[in-house]
């Protein structure tokens, strides 16, 4: 009798143990929604992780095993999510809206999903503020030449206001995954010690996430693409599908353009290239243009509508490709500025601050 209430103690106890490392996520909408279900995913690689549960009551409920702290997302589709960081045994309850559901979602029993939040509420308020501005700046006649630089100088402090804002959400939290929803928004250059220390206190913990991975690789290839040192050599197909050598582009300033016909500031920004290469390309300017693209006829229709009449190249890898691995490029635009030698002599310059660079080499 002894041994049996001693086996049915230690079956309870085990049974205990293992309830207690379930995770769980207890989900409501704030209003009446329409959709049926929703699905949890792995973040990056949704083939990792994938769970669908019903909606009832306007209310769903997830229980699962939860291998490694990760980031995840619960979404109604791919334009209506959640991002989570879950690590084993958390106990998530969520209050979301359900037409936007990552519009100020309550998050009670993840703090660094909580504080992601909190940063990206503070940093839509200062992109509203610059969008009014740049409203306000294209309306300004050329001529008043005092209101325009007001207007940039204002631009300029909010734009020091989100650095500062980035900044403090990451030094105080170094170690944590959050951290990748923030880092990159930051000039690698500017910032390199930040992201040094950003990659020393999260790869060993967390080098089975894409992102991690893909920030630790930006780091070490830094030295590869520093200013001075002779960038690294690129062999891809071209749209026709030859292999192209960025070392067989001659000028007297090459382009090292990163983007992606899926990636909005890279399109908005297309218009300034076309204008840069129309008016410097005649005294030595070339473009090499490397697309992050995986549907190569994205890429082609994007090239013939914005009308880039450059070199292009890509292996359609996406975020694999070789060449933004081998320049560490962990977002787009990215460019790298070379010189006839092929020599970085710049990095990561847009609009007017690149105009003015290649000006003052060209004229």
Known sequence: MKSLIAFLSIFMLIVSVNAQKKTSITGSFSSSTTHTSVILENYLEPALFSQTTQIKDNKFYFEFDCANEDIFKIKVNDKNFVALIIKPGDKIVLKLNPSKINENPDIIGSVQSKRIYDVEN????IQSSQDSLNTLYSKTAQTDATRKKELEDNYMLLDNQKNALLYNAIKPNIGDLANMFFIERLNFDEYYALYASVDSAIYQKYNYNKAVEGLHSKVISSKTTAIGSKAPEIKLPTPEGELMSLYDVKGKIIIVDFWA???????ME??????LYADF????????GVSLDKDKSSWVKAIADDKLIWH???DLKFWQSEAAKLYGVGSIPSMFVLDSDFKIIAKNLRGEQLRNFVA???N
């Not at 390309?281 to 090499?288: N, Q, R, S, V």
């Open 270 to 275: 297309n218009p300034n290239m076309t204008s």
């Open 312 to 314: 292009h190249v890509s």
């Open 281 to 288: 390309h005649e005294k030595g300017l070339e473009i090499f």
């Open 360 to 362: 003052q080499r060209l």
């Open 122 to 125: 503070k940093l839509a308020g």
């Open 261 to 267: 016909s899926w990636c909005r500031p890279c399109r």
